[in-house]
């Protein structure tokens, strides 16, 4: 999946109740000025505490009424900050980032201490379909000085639970929440992924100890509450005759700095652990936690015991699928309502991240035995198989069998998204690209044989190609660069920017040449020696991918803006293509006759590359995300999002092959002698599938 779109909404003091709203969003940016009343706002947070409480018990025609101050907040937050220009932004945003399949996340920014204790996570608008946090992940975020890198960590994570139920305050469900964790956490800590413990005890001096031996993740369940004289939030722990006893959260945030490792993220099931004060930005219990942990979820009501289980349970498994931690959030409030429709207490999650890295821990899978077993023999490439009398796998065939009749897929590991692949022209190398990583393994043993960091932490690397000899690998990615690396032993050789993420890189034949394709709306092309800008070409939306055609003398071009475009390499345009949709990938037939073209709408087409006649249509089950023609032109590759990587014949059309995977398809290529299709997934697979037949 591809990063997260944001839309960052900030919002500063001012004078006289006028606050000034900037927005920079993939829409573009807008600014505001805005009258709030966060006194006003602030005198009805009581009731709407005691609403959300009540809707958790309450039947249902009494619940909708009491839904009613919880929407009014909302609306009059989203009315007063989503001005008319603002709120079209946000329609644009969202319009955009589905164009470009990309989730969009809410981030706000809040730079007035009187406003940080609103309840903003109620933003609500009935067009657009209710309240904001249930459709996107809704963050907030908060500036320090100095930023805190992820955690790169190995498996097992280290999930750290506390309990605490001081004689004095009424109980909490606390076993039934640590049940739910240890189910909800079992997938992974039955194949060592992670480490669920527990603190033996209530008190700060257990918590204490415990911490000396580290934890990736803290999950507190218990009590909490806000001191007013202090203008802090506490979490309630006991003392050693089992009394209460709070800890603000400064002396929790200095406890945790002696953890090794340090938490990166802290659970607090405690109600009222998100309340803050008007005048302190950090008073709550979160925000202060927030300065040396990279994310904190907190609760800015009281919180149900059901509820607090229930989000728990469903935020964890989101995390285990990999999913980022604002979204699992969003994931969580979502199990809120379907257990509940008409409670409210999806409202009381409250999300802080410390910087703008949602993913924050990179969990591998464990090694898998690819299917079929180690090829044997001493060739460099994989043997070529024996076509059997009927290779053929209908398209109504179970998605879930193997590709055709006596054909196996080997299964390579890559323990990331494989987002990019690239056949090197030995057959034997093959290079990867997925999140912060550019890697190329041997295809016949499967072992790495060089890896490199590619931009940051959550730095895609979306496209790769080596060049026509072999000497050089070219990869694009979300870091907005295009690198050129040695294939030999992956020391970066150039380094070229643009203004916006790198979706798609070539080699002209003759290797003198490198284009790129950015979401910045640019084709480009540079010198691949020196790196000197050659062509730079504008499109109307983000451009998706590009590629030369085989003499070299043309260039073409995918867009989102829903067309195709063939161009001279002095930049005339010679083509345009049209379609519903907007447009993936791009690739030319060897012998430059033809051009195939895919996207959205789960179609390929074949075109004549002259004329831009149709010459042949197919369709997947679901959007095609990469298109790659065989060495000899008689076979069409397709990767897509219903799971499989296809294979069809450019005479007529007909599916020879259906390579199935867990998740969606993201990238094919071919062996440079046609007889093998690699093909790359989100389930950090690749499949090295035996070509039937080879050439025909």
Not at 144 to 172: F, Q, Y
Not at 385 to 394: I, L, Q, S
Not at 431 to 460: C, F, K, P
Request: neutral net charge; proline residues 7%; charged residues 25%.
């Amino acid at each position: 999946m591809p990063a997260a779109a944001d839309f960052v909404l900030e919002i500063s003091g001012g004078t006289g109740g006028q606050y000034a709203v900037t927005v920079s969003s993939p829409a573009g940016e807008g600014a505001a000025s805005v009258a709030l009343e966060p006194g006003a706002i602030g005198a009805r947070l009581a009731d709407l505490q005691r609403a959300v409480l009540a809707s958790s018990v309450t039947p249902r025609a009494a619940a909708l009424g009491l839904e009613r101050p919880v929407r009014d907040v909302g609306e009059r937050l989203f009315r007063t900050v989503f001005d008319g220009r603002l709120r079209g932004l946000y329609l644009a945003s969202r319009q955009r980032a589905a164009e470009r399949d990309q989730p969009l996340r809410v981030v706000l920014r809040i730079r007035a201490p009187e406003l940080a204790a609103l309840p903003w996570e109620l933003l609500h608008d009935e067009d657009l379909g209710g309240y904001l946090c249930l459709r996107q992940p809704l963050v907030r975020y908060v500036d320090l000085p100095e930023p805190l890198a992820p955690l790169r960590s190995e498996p097992p994570l280290k999930v750290l639970g506390m309990t605490s139920l001081p004689r004095s305050r009424a109980p909490l469900g606390a076993e039934s929440e640590r049940a739910a964790l240890a189910v909800a956490l079992r997938p992974l800590t039955e194949r060592g992924l992670v480490e669920l413990d527990w603190v033996e005890g209530q008190t700060a001096d257990d918590l204490s100890r415990r911490l000396l031996r580290g934890c990736h993740v803290l999950h507190f369940i218990g009590h909490g509450a806000y001191d007013p004289q202090r203008h802090e939030g506490m979490i309630t722990l006991a003392d050693a005759d089992g009394r209460e006893h709070h800890l603000h959260a400064s002396a929790l945030a200095s406890l945790l700095s002696v953890a090794r490792p340090r938490p990166q993220l802290v659970i607090l099931n405690s109600c009222q652990s998100g309340m803050g004060n008007a005048e302190d930005l950090f008073s709550s219990t979160a925000a202060v936690l927030v300065r040396s942990v990279p994310a904190i979820v907190a609760m800015q009501f009281a919180v149900t015991d059901k509820a607090a289980t229930r989000f728990a349970a469903s935020f964890y498994q989101a995390l285990a699928g990999g999913r980022t931690v604002d979204e699992a959030v969003r994931v969580g409030r979502i199990a809120l309502v379907v257990d509940k429709d008409d409670s409210l207490e999806w409202a009381t999650p409250v999300l802080y991240l410390r910087g703008g890295d949602a993913r924050l821990f990179d969990m591998p899978e464990p090694p898998e035995e690819p299917a079929g077993g180690p090829p044997r023999g001493p060739a460099a490439v994989p043997p070529r198989p024996v076509r059997p009398p009927d290779t053929g796998t209908p398209a109504g065939s179970d998605p879930g069998g193997p590709p055709g009749p006596g054909i196996t897929s080997r299964v390579l590991n890559a323990r990331q998204w494989v987002q990019a692949l690239a056949f090197h022209p030995d057959g034997r190398r093959l290079a990867t690209g997925s999140r912060s990583r550019v890697r190329v393994w041997d295809a016949l043993t499967g072992n790495r044989i060089w890896e490199q960091t590619a931009g940051g932490w959550l730095s895609s690397v979306f496209a790769a190609a080596f060049s026509p000899g072999g000497r050089r690998l070219v990869t694009g990615g979300a870091d907005n660069t295009v690198r050129i690396w040695a294939a030999s032993d992956g020391e970066e050789l150039l380094r070229l920017r643009h203004d916006h993420v790198v979706f798609g890189v070539a080699f002209s034949p003759d290797g003198f040449r490198v284009a790129s394709a950015s979401a910045d709306r640019t084709v480009r092309l540079w010198d691949s020696t020196g790196g000197d800008p050659m062509l730079r070409i504008k499109h109307d939306q983000v451009v998706t991918d590009v590629a030369f055609s085989p003499e070299g003398a043309r260039l073409a071009s995918a867009s989102a803006d829903r067309s195709v475009h063939v161009w001279s390499l002095g930049g005339d345009a010679l083509l345009r293509l049209r379609h519903d949709h907007p447009v993936k990938a791009v690739d030319f037939s060897p012998d430059g006759g033809r051009l195939a073209t895919a996207g959205d709408d789960g179609c390929v087409r074949v075109w004549d590359a002259g004329s831009g006649h149709q010459r042949l249509l197919v369709r997947h089950g679901a959007a095609v995300k990469d298109i790659a023609f065989s060495p000899d032109g008689h076979w069409l590759a397709t990767a897509s999002a219903d799971r499989t990587a296809g294979l069809w014949s450019t005479a007529d059309g007909t599916r020879a092959l259906r390579v199935q995977h867990h998740d969606t398809v993201l990238c094919v290529a071919f062996g440079p002698d046609g007889t093998w299709l690699a093909s790359g997934s989100e389930d950090k697979t690749v499949k090295l599938t035996p070509v039937p037949g080879g050439r025909d």
